[in-house]
């Protein structure tokens, strides 16, 4: 919707008279002293959402799906900012809020899962016997020992 009007006019009205106070007020924008179009910040956000959002829907590699919830997190604290900026109700932000936990959970999910894995590799490379080794019907920590 904030690229097109195709699914809903009247919201896409609304998120372009919005984009233009965001737009007014992003922090890097100011501190470089340069004017970036609501056009296009509205439609370099929307970009990104529907990328991440299908990176993260359907590309398996981890480490992909990890960078787009990583953008997405940072899209998501950016909205939450300019919403507290420009003073907009909570009904205007509690989309961004509902998103940004959302994707912290996600976060932190995988960040579990991926302690587990390593966990299950080192239990995994401890228990197999080395290859090389003359002392193999010597339990390993007695073999450390010799």
């Not at 997190?73 to 950016?78: E, R, Y």
Request: overall charge positive.
């Amino acid at each position: 919707m904030k690229i097109t009007p195709y699914i809903s006019r009247e919201l896409h009205k609304d998120l372009r008279q919005e984009y233009v106070k965001y737009a007014k007020i992003i922090p890097l924008a100011r501190w470089l002293d340069v004017k970036i179009p609501s056009k296009w910040y509205r439609r370099i956000v929307g970009g990104l959402e529907i990328i991440c959002g299908i990176a993260l829907t359907f590309i398996p590699h981890r480490r992909t799906k990890q960078l787009a919830n990583w953008i997405l997190l940072s899209l998501m604290i950016a909205a939450i900012s300019l919403h507290w900026a420009v003073d907009d109700k909570l009904e205007r932000s509690a989309p961004a809020l509902v998103f940004f936990f959302m994707l912290t959970c996600r976060l932190v999910v995988e960040w579990q899962i991926e302690r587990q894995d390593r966990a299950e590799a080192a239990k995994a490379s401890v228990k197999a016997p080395s290859m090389g080794s003359t002392n193999s019907h010597i339990p390993a920590k007695l073999a450390k020992n010799d």
